[in-house]
């Protein structure tokens, strides 16, 4: 090798010293690598827990596979018999949901049917004969002793009472009378009462604020209208 050779090599040599110094010097180079931190310990609940769940979900895990089974082969077909499956299992949680929110098994296209029950007339009552009812006697003496507030809350149960009989698929446990007042099988003449005696009652219950005399008065002439056959035509 000649002198000038070996030179060079020597300068190339230590530039590449130099360049690999100040990059080992360089914070923002990483040589030296951490290791990776262990996974965190799951919560001491989390196994058992997970345990039960899948033992509650064995059976339903054999049904579906038993299920997947019995499907042909042919992967269109599986996708097509899977959907209506997923259909039926969602109609089926909707109707449980149903029949726990309003106390029976309803399916999606009865509900119309029933709001549109044909509109007919009551005449085995007679506002005549209220007075003598125990129920009204009862409305009757709380109003007397200045208890007016609690008197229209017999009026509105009472009214309650009345829709059920003329219309028995209306009212339900879960129904507020907010939402009877706008059931769209009773008509417009007696929602109009019956919401002005639901109104009175939800003012005291909820508004706190007092019923009077000239309260009750009202509500109970707007009972006599509501109970009439005539307010329940249309």
């Given at each position: 090798?000649?002198?000038?050779?070996?030179?060079?090599?020597?300068?190339?040599?230590?530039?590449?010293a130099a360049a690999h110094a100040a990059l080992r010097a360089d914070p923002q180079m990483q040589f030296t690598l951490s290791r990776a931190p262990a996974p965190r310990e799951p919560p001491a609940w989390l196994g058992p827990f997970?345990?039960?769940?899948?033992?509650?979900?064995?059976?339903?895990?054999?049904?579906?596979?038993w299920?997947?089974?019995?499907?042909?082969?042919?992967?269109?077909?599986?996708?097509?018999?899977?959907?209506?499956i997923a259909i039926l299992a969602v109609l089926l949680v909707w109707v449980a949901y149903q029949?726990?929110?309003?106390?029976?098994?309803?399916?999606?296209?009865?509900?119309?049917?029933?709001?549109?029950?044909?509109?007919?007339?009551?005449?085995?009552?007679?506002?005549?004969?209220?007075?003598?009812?125990?129920w009204?006697?009862?409305?009757?003496?709380?109003?007397?002793?200045?208890?007016?507030?609690e008197a229209v809350h017999v009026l509105l149960i009472r009214s309650v009472?009345?829709?059920?009989?003329r219309r028995p698929h209306v009212v339900r446990p879960?129904?507020?009378?907010?939402?009877?007042?706008?059931?769209?099988?009773?008509?417009?003449?007696?929602?109009r009462l019956f919401a002005g005696i639901a109104a009175l009652v939800e003012r005291s219950l909820f508004g706190?604020?007092?019923?009077?005399?000239?309260?009750?008065?009202?509500?109970?002439?707007a009972y006599e209208d509501f109970a009439l056959p005539q307010a329940w035509r249309g």
């Open positions: 090798m000649s002198g000038g050779t070996a030179q060079h090599a020597a300068a190339a040599s230590d530039r590449f997970l345990r039960w769940l899948g033992h509650v979900l064995e059976p339903l895990a054999r049904l579906l596979g299920i997947s089974r019995q499907m042909p082969a042919a992967p269109y077909a599986r996708i097509f018999l899977w959907g209506v029949r726990i929110r309003h106390g029976e098994w309803r399916w999606p296209h009865r509900r119309r049917a029933r709001q549109t029950e044909p509109v007919g007339d009551d005449p085995d009552w007679h506002p005549d004969a209220a007075p003598a009812q125990a009204l006697r009862e409305a009757d003496r709380l109003a007397a002793d200045g208890r007016y507030a009472d009345d829709i059920a009989r879960a129904l507020t009378s907010r939402e009877l007042g706008d059931a769209e099988a009773v008509p417009p003449a007696a929602r706190a604020r007092p019923v009077d005399a000239t309260d009750w008065a009202g509500a109970r002439a």
